[in-house]
């Protein structure tokens, strides 16, 4: 059975930071492009980083770039998400997707995807 399980997710203050997890299991996880894509409340799924299958090539949305680091560990089949310096915007749920490239935000675009796991931003 395919799982992508999100974690890390919380309430943090704006300018702070938090670190998000995703484990994968059931699929060969080295062989996939790793993305996270998020989706706030009333708005549709927006793409926000992608990593290539060796981890050598990452990816962001503008709205993202210099503050979020994107990573994985292929020996722990495990995709992670560094978040620094985060804003009121960035409040959404956020997923992990796996897929052939990167920068798609649509879910159908990705072969797996998680259940996500919650981001607010609030003083």
């Known amino acids: 059975e395919v799982q992508l399980v999100e974690s890390g997710g919380g309430l943090v203050q704006p300018g702070g930071s938090l670190r998000l997890s995703c484990a994968a299991s059931?699929?060969?996880?080295?062989?996939?492009?790793m993305n996270w894509v998020r989706q706030a409340p009333g708005k549709g799924p927006e793409w926000v980083s992608g990593?290539?299958?060796?981890?050598?090539?990452?990816y962001y949305a503008d709205s993202v770039k210099g503050r979020f680091t994107i990573s994985r560990d292929n020996a722990k089949n495990t995709l992670y998400l560094q978040m620094n310096s985060l804003k009121s915007e960035d409040t959404a749920v956020y997923y992990c997707?796996?897929?052939?490239?990167?920068?798609?935000?649509?879910?159908?675009?990705?072969?797996?995807w998680g259940q996500g796991t919650q981001v607010t931003v609030s003083s």
């Open positions: 059931g699929f060969t996880f080295g062989s996939y492009d």
């Open positions: 990593i290539n299958t060796a981890g050598g090539r990452m």
């Open positions: 997707a796996a897929g052939r490239g990167v920068g798609a935000s649509s879910f159908q675009s990705y072969d797996y």
